[in-house]
């Protein structure tokens, strides 16, 4: 069945480093692709979505390539804030249903 | 913007007894919502998709009788964990997708259950 490999956690960085969180997936047929993060004590929010190979998906600095070649959907922001920090979950949708990755914890120090 | 909200935010209760979780869309309709579990560390796994007007559809390995689903209105699903045993004690999230030109799907905050 579809299935999403995420980055173990958790990540931590200095402010303004750059960040990547890697993303690999499984599935048959063409998915959509997703990164949703999770702030301390909110619900998950859509940050970025791809929805074919090749597309970009990019908010507030962060980015993603939908490479269907390598299966991967890699999350990468090129200076993170303390604000940053969070819960990152890369997910994918054959149709409605969303499969996720187990979650990246992200701290920044500032 | 859209809101999906969850009541309560925690509960804990005893072994044995059911608990009812509510998941509200607050600024439009949802014929369709989602109710997933999440263990510490490890990522959401839907459960069950909520229907409205029908019944809720459960994914391989989820215990209907365990978990009964209800999608009361348009706006208005609930999950009742029935029989409630430690093993129950997670977070549940649940999810409503908002149909228009760019069609979102909106998180709850979380109910985190502790079964004693």
């Known amino acids: 069945g579809d299935s999403v490999t995420q980055m173990e956690g958790p990540v931590t960085l200095s402010e303004e480093a750059f960040l990547t969180i890697n993303c690999t997936y499984t599935?048959?047929?063409?998915?959509?692709l997703f990164w949703y993060v999770q702030y301390p004590g909110e619900g998950l929010q859509l940050l970025l979505k791809?929805?074919?190979?090749?597309d970009k998906g990019s908010n507030k600095g962060f980015e993603a390539t939908y490479r269907k070649e390598t299966t991967s959907f890699h999350l990468e922001k090129g200076s993170v804030q303390v604000s940053d920090s969070a819960v990152y979950f890369c997910?994918?949708?054959?149709?409605?249903?969303?499969?996720f990755g187990q979650g990246t914890r992200l701290t920044i120090n500032p | 913007g859209a809101v999906v909200s969850q009541h309560p935010s925690w509960v804990i209760c005893k072994s044995g007894t059911s608990v009812k979780i509510e998941c509200r869309s607050l600024?439009?309709?949802?014929?369709?919502m989602f109710w997933y579990r999440q263990f510490p560390k490890q990522s959401l796994m839907l459960m069950a998709t909520?229907?409205?007007?029908?019944?809720?559809?459960?994914e391989q390995g989820v215990e209907k009788d365990k978990f009964l689903i209800n999608h009361a209105s348009l706006t208005l699903s609930t999950l009742t964990v029935t029989s409630a045993h430690p093993e129950d004690s997670s977070f549940y999230i649940c999810s409503a997708p908002r149909r228009g030109l760019r069609e979102t799907q909106y998180f709850g905050p979380g109910t985190r259950l502790l079964v004693l």
């Open positions: 600024d439009f309709q949802a014929t369709t």
């Open positions: 599935a048959t047929g063409y998915p959509s």
């Open positions: 909520s229907n409205e007007g029908s019944k809720a559809t459960y």
């Open positions: 997910a994918l949708s054959p149709g409605e249903k969303l499969v």
């Open positions: 791809a929805t074919k190979a090749d």
